[in-house]
């Protein structure tokens, strides 16, 4: 899986844009973000400029599924 794809089944469940960042621009504060970070990727929720429940992925597909548990939506 990729950012487009994850994008695609965020949509597909209404889970509104402003509730994540995925795109490594724009806001990013109060919502899950997914960074691509010295080789790794770093998915976290942020809230007044702190980042919380951090986690390192090998993969983008496996920092996408992150997320996708992080809304409780099981992926495709």
Do not use: H
Not at 8 to 34: H, Q
Request: proline residues 1%; contains cysteine.
């Amino acid at each position: 899986m990729n950012k487009n794809k994850l994008k695609e089944i965020l949509a597909k469940n209404k889970i509104p844009e402003w509730y994540y960042n995925v795109d490594e621009s724009g806001e990013t504060d109060d919502r899950i973000c997914m960074v691509q970070e010295n080789n790794k990727w770093k998915v976290y929720y942020t809230e007044r400029g702190k980042q919380y429940d951090v986690i390192f992925l090998n993969s983008e597909s496996e920092a996408c599924e992150e997320i996708l548990k992080r809304f409780d939506i099981s992926g495709i």
